[in-house]
């Protein structure tokens, strides 16, 4: 079974970077596609960015457009997200998500999609 451990998150100003990464481990992320979201206090788990198993498909969320990059490296079964021009509304635990063998790319903006995920990392962005 695999396990998903995220890191890079932190305290951040407003206007700054940060780049998150997603390792996985017991099993691969190889085949299968992957997923950010976050979930700030009192709200529910909102999709980020996607990307495909092969890299060359990605998708991302409007509010994030332009700012943030989902990447992988399938080589080192660990994904990123590369987030740019940070805002104090990007503050929440940022979750990956790894998705089914077979992938429903209707649902790759759900959390429904996707069959594992890590324990999340808090990211906070003061203005």
């Known amino acids: 079974q695999v396990q998903l451990t995220e890191s890079g998150g932190g305290l951040v100003q407003a206007g700054t970077s940060l780049q998150l990464s997603c390792a996985a481990s017991?099993?691969?992320?190889?085949?299968?596609?992957l997923g950010w979201f976050r979930q700030a206090p009192g709200r529910e788990r909102d999709f980020v960015a996607h990307?495909?198993?092969?890299?060359?498909?990605?998708q991302y969320a409007d509010s994030v457009k332009g700012r943030f990059t989902i990447s992988r490296d399938n080589a080192k079964n660990t994904g990123y997200l590369q987030m740019s021009n940070l805002k104090p509304e990007d503050t929440a635990v940022y979750y990956c998500?790894?998705?089914?063998?077979?992938?429903?790319?209707?649902?790759?903006?759900?959390?429904?999609?996707?069959?594992?995920w890590g324990q999340g990392t808090q990211v906070t962005v003061s203005s």
């Open positions: 017991g099993d691969t992320f190889d085949g299968r596609a």
């Open positions: 990307i495909n198993w092969s890299g060359d498909y990605t």
């Open positions: 998500a790894r998705g089914p063998r077979v992938f429903v790319r209707s649902r790759s903006t759900s959390p429904t999609g996707y069959e594992d």
